[in-house]
Structure formats: C-alpha cells, structure tokens
C-alpha cells in the first residue's frame, strides 16, 4: 500500500495536464468556512500554509488578495504564509489549481493543502476577513505530525539563488512527507483587474521531493534555483532579490480524497504539517 501512494505522490509531482477554464464565480462561501472559532495564535499547532488562486482579470480577486494581504500582516495574530497562483500568467500556477484541486472558479483559496477550502468572496471586505481568519484558525488548531521546518536563500544579484531547506522529525514515528519549495516575488509582476500588484505572486518550484525522516532525524537540502532559466512559460532574468521570499511546506503522504463542493471538483489532498518562509540574504 505504501509503494502505491508513493507512486501517486510522485506521478502528482511530475504529471500536469492541462484542464479549460471557467468564468468567475460572483459570491460563494464553502460549507467548510461556516464554523465559527477564535483560536488564539498561541495555541497554533504550525503555521498555516494558504494557496490562493486568481488571475489578473477576475473582479472578485482584489477583495480576496486585500483580505488576505490585511490579515497576513497581522501575522503574530495569524501565524501564516501564503502564495498566489496567478493562473491566467503562469503555466504551473493554472495546472496546480485548475489539475490538483479541480478548482473551476476564481478566487478560491486552499488552506494547508486542502483541508479546508473557500470559494469565492463575501459581501465586503470586512466579511471576506472574518471567513478567511475563521479557516486560518482551524487550520491552526489541527493536530499534526510534529516537525521543524527551517528554510534559508542567499542571493548573489544575478537572478540565482541559494536555497537551503532543513526538515527535522520532532515525533516519536517515521515521517513520510512531500517537501515543496516555492519562489514567490513579494510585490508581483502581475496585477489584479484594480492595477494592483499581487502579492508573494508563484514564479517556480526550487524543490520537489519525498521525505523519509526516522524520529528525531534531520534532513538538509540545498538547491540553486536560477532564474534565467527556463520556468515553464516563463524566465526570471529581472528578479530582485530584495523583492524574492521562498516558502516551503511538508505535507504528510497520507493522501485524503475530498468530496467536490460547488465549483471545486473531487479531488486528492495532502495536509501540511509545517510551513516556513524566508527572505534573500546577501552572500
């Protein structure tokens, strides 16, 4: 059984058809956004890992990138990191949303790799805050596998960077997970249909790979991802390394199908155990 979702995971990893496009959805709060729950940081068993999916046309995206940009900068409230797939501009960003989580309409945001979703906006951006911090801190009061997850880059102003990832097994039991590094730029290239730039905007992955920890056993891993190269549609020539933050997320093997929402098709996920993110040091 475990070759089998080890295949799986790696055919996840390694195989991106391409799926059509959708219009915008106006308004719509997933049945998973409607508990209510103040769960205070403190209590936080991780930090939060948020995928959010727009593109540069869609009217409903800038309260949703506003809303979760507000509440990201209130991050001591809400431990969280976040991503946005600006599927329309960026070839993985569109297959992660529209292949992997079967999500036909714009935004939608995926919250520790699934385990909880919301679809669309509220009314105004007060309510489209409170929905998100709602799924924000139950995600955060989830038990998890417990890990450490440091992550580190140095940059040399040439469009390479040096990324460093060191996952430790804090737990008692071997620890089989999926390690993914992305490189986001903090103040995007790309702009919502307000002119507004996105942000933590996904350019490429840097890492992608399985993880086999014992208990209390560390693993490091290092890669140079450059940026001149090739990234799907794109090359990053021009990144500035002061405008660079990589993320990185552990997600446990165990794969949980999810029954289709509105909007969101049935889907396999895997649920994030821990998150960390970090800026471009000079060398």
Not at 63 to 74: K, V
Request: hydrophobic share 40%; with cysteine.
């Amino acid at each position: 059984m475990k070759k089998i979702i080890l295949f799986m995971v790696a055919a996840i990893l390694v195989v991106s058809p391409l799926v059509a496009a959708v219009p915008t959805l106006q308004s719509l709060e997933s049945a998973s956004s409607q508990a209510k729950t103040t769960q205070p940081a403190s209590t936080f068993t991780h930090t939060v890992f948020i995928e959010l999916g727009a593109t540069t046309w869609c009217s409903n995206c800038p309260r949703a990138a506003e809303a979760i940009y507000a509440l990201y900068t209130n991050n001591s409230a809400y431990p969280f990191y976040y991503t946005t797939f600006v599927r329309n501009q960026e070839k993985t960003s569109r297959l992660r949303m529209l292949y992997h989580y079967g999500s036909t309409s714009i935004p939608t945001l995926f919250f520790d790799g699934g385990n909880k979703t919301q679809v669309g906006v509220l009314a105004n951006l007060s309510q489209t805050k409170q929905a998100f911090r709602n799924l924000i801190n139950q995600c955060g009061a989830r038990t998890i596998h417990p890990l450490e997850l440091n992550t580190s880059v140095v940059g040399h102003n040439n469009a390479k960077l040096d990324i460093t990832v060191t996952v430790k097994n804090t737990g008692s039991s071997r620890y089989i997970g999926i390690l993914k590094s992305m490189v986001t730029e903090i103040v995007s290239r790309w702009k919502d249909s307000l002119g507004h730039p996105y942000n933590f905007a996904f350019l490429s992955y840097a890492i992608q790979r399985i993880v086999v920890l014992q208990p209390q056993q560390s693993k490091t891993f290092t890669v140079t991802w450059n940026g001149a190269a090739n990234h799907g549609n794109h090359t990053y020539a021009d990144i500035n390394d002061s405008n660079i933050m990589v993320l990185s997320t552990v997600a446990h093997i165990q794969p949980h199908v999810i029954p289709p929402i509105q909007y969101v098709k049935q889907h396999i996920a895997f649920y994030i155990d821990q998150t960390s993110g970090a800026t471009v040091s000079k060398e």
